[in-house]
């Protein structure tokens, strides 16, 4: 019993120290190159089209309680203001335990720097509200070394919603073969709760970039392979991260890879990734292979996303949309 009660203590111990650290983190996702808005809120209203997209990702679908994140955004030009204004939400799940729901809406005016080179500008603001489950853990005041039964624990801080105002500024560059930008996510994030010292998420930097290249001529279309490569740099305080990964495009289908290394830790992942487009609708799925990880799975990370655009409400005039995977 007293083994068992260790055991129990040790798993709490290592659950709280978790959850110390993942209020500060922010979910992110392997499909970059496909969920854009998430990557960069500049690229709101880049199909010039309204658009919706949507995806779900699921880590360590091995673990008990797992991890999840659901996503799905609108983005739309609008020509009375002449702006792109878009919205998404995200609800991430975290073991069962830590649930975060953020709402975040997004303004963007676009600039024309030269006759084919562009700037985006972009500001993004919503709320963050932050839950444990307290259902899902064990204290020290729940176990007894003679007795498998749990008793009431009286701890009560864990079981106050947090509501956070992150505000998100982005810019982009671009042309019709290349895009490079950056955004700073949670810029300015306060908690507001009465009579709860202050505190804020971390401050987030992405750099996310890309170009397009094809292997042969437009009259050989028949043949014609086009390359998106990209890049992703990701730094925080809790976590960094370097993304890069090619997608090739022959016809209606898209398929390449990625590789993501962690930073500082020892931790690298294999991205393999798949998509099939029509012209108004697209699918993607991508399985991450983890190469030096703890928890021993060949493919512990799926993410599968879907995507509809729109016919025009009314269309600007511009010279053409950065092209990029699945655009």
């Known amino acids: 019993?007293?083994?068992?009660s260790l055991k129990y203590l040790f798993f709490e111990i290592l659950l709280l120290l978790i959850v110390s650290f993942v209020q500060a983190q922010i979910p992110d996702f392997s499909q970059s190159h496909t969920n854009l808005i998430y990557s960069n809120p500049a690229f709101a209203g880049i199909y010039n089209c309204p658009h919706a997209y949507t995806s779900y990702r699921t880590?360590?679908?091995?673990?008990?309680?797992?991890?999840?994140?659901?996503?799905?955004?609108?983005?739309?030009?609008?020509?009375?203001?002449?702006?792109?204004?878009?919205?998404?939400v995200i609800h991430d799940i975290q073991n069962s335990i830590f649930y975060s729901t953020l709402f975040q809406g997004i303004y963007a005016k676009e600039f024309q720097l030269r006759k084919k080179l562009f700037l985006k500008t972009a500001l993004a603001g919503g709320v963050v509200q932050t839950k444990i489950q307290t259902q899902h853990l064990v204290f020290s005041d729940m176990l007894h070394p003679f007795s498998d039964d749990f008793e009431q624990t009286k701890e009560e801080f864990f079981d106050k919603n947090k509501w956070y105002f992150p505000i998100e500024p982005a810019f982009l560059v671009y042309s019709d073969n290349f895009f490079c930008g950056i955004t700073i996510k949670n810029l300015q994030a306060k908690q507001r709760e009465k009579n709860i010292e202050n505190s804020s998420l971390q401050r987030v930097y992405s750099l996310y970039g890309g170009t397009e290249f094809s292997t042969t001529k437009a009259f050989t279309k028949r043949y014609l392979v086009t390359m998106h490569p990209y890049v992703n740099v990701t730094l925080s305080e809790m976590f960094s991260y370097t993304q890069f990964g090619m997608i090739a495009q022959k016809g209606r289908v898209q398929f390449g890879g990625g590789y993501r290394q962690n930073l500082p830790f020892d931790a690298e992942s294999f991205e393999v990734f798949v998509g099939f487009f029509e012209k108004k609708f697209k699918f993607a799925y991508n399985c991450d292979i983890s190469i030096n990880s703890y928890i021993k799975n060949n493919c512990n990370s799926h993410e599968i996303s879907l995507s509809y655009e729109f016919d025009c409400i009314a269309k600007r005039k511009k010279y053409e949309a950065v092209k990029a995977p699945l655009f």
């Open 1 to 4: 019993m007293i083994t068992k």
């Open 59 to 88: 880590k360590y679908a091995s673990i008990a309680g797992g991890y999840s994140t659901n996503f799905i955004s609108f983005d739309m030009y609008m020509s009375a203001i002449k702006s792109d204004i878009g919205a998404y």
